[in-house]
């Protein structure tokens, strides 16, 4: 996705070989037109995959997946990383490390909103390793939710997620695939 | 506004006179429709403001936010509650109690992102006690920005917020103002 290409190089910032710093759009502040663009581009890749329901994790993968959610008109489920009061009921957890926030924490989605006959696309910022990813599987799986497929804004090719993703079976389609982030520069996977 | 106080009649919880659960179209399972008639909803009453950018706090004020700014053609940033690998310099911070959570945090803003000639909307999915609302206005005034007024989803009117920031001089627009919780019912201010 073009577009998401060249603003991932005139805002981003690279801060090593591993951190792709995309705040000024994507994990703090937010392009709305640009998730627009994303929402359209997630529905037409998913347009005849028989979705039902997406799930996203919070923060960053609730804008994408509410434009994407939007366009498909169906609804969105975020899994919850932090206890709410209002949050207590029949859960399903899955425990996850994040690379960038170097914590493990749990996710919860309420079964109340997810069953058997659920069609799930999981949306997220980003794809690295995979574990949040996996962990969200983990909770469809749990719900007895079909999967069909991860969505994904940007995802770093030289980690192992979609790799395992794809071994597991999982479509995965991934807007902007990042090479390498090397000597301070971003490529892209052609 | 109408389908709002229709969806939170079909689908709200009264967990008790003080809490309203909203989990099944907007805090956790989100209907996408349903923000973007909210997006449209604070872009109409905000149409005249000057509004330049919108901000939000994580996680549930994402959507209503997003959604409302497509409809501006502004950027929104949601302040962060907890701490990550690429949001470190130059941060603004403010701390809140949160009712719902039970937990006092941090939250935070880059200054990169808002500067002296914002004039910013301030956007959220619960007033209660104003504790959320008055963090982001001292975070925005640590920015030197202005303040716009505040677009709430949902309004508990028998708590202090809205009194508070009206006495404070700010503008304070609610797509639904509930009266009360009390005998289980949702009932709205007329």
Chains 1, 2 share one sequence.
Do not use: C, W
């Amino acid at each position: 996705m073009d577009t998401l290409k060249s603003k991932i190089q005139a805002e981003g910032q690279v801060l090593s070989d591993q951190v792709l710093k995309v705040d000024a759009f994507l994990n703090h502040q937010i392009d709305p037109s640009l998730m627009g663009e994303i929402g359209d581009e997630f529905a037409r890749r998913f347009a005849d995959a028989g979705v039902t329901k997406i799930v996203t994790i919070e923060a960053s993968g609730i804008a994408p997946a509410i434009m994407t959610g939007l366009k498909m008109g169906v609804p969105v489920i975020f899994a919850r990383k932090h206890q709410s009061l209002t949050l207590t009921d029949n859960l399903l957890t899955s425990t996850v490390y994040s690379f960038t926030k170097r914590v493990e924490s749990t996710i919860a989605i309420s079964m109340t909103h997810l069953s058997s006959d659920d069609h799930v696309l999981i949306i997220d910022d980003f794809l690295a390793n995979g574990k949040a990813a996996q962990a969200l599987i983990s909770i469809i799986q749990q719900a007895g939710a079909s999967i069909a497929g991860l969505g994904i804004v940007i995802e770093k090719s030289f980690q192992v997620g979609r790799q395992e993703l794809e071994k597991q079976g999982y479509r995965v389609e991934s807007l902007a695939r990042v090479k390498s982030l090397e000597g301070g520069q971003v490529t892209f996977v052609e």
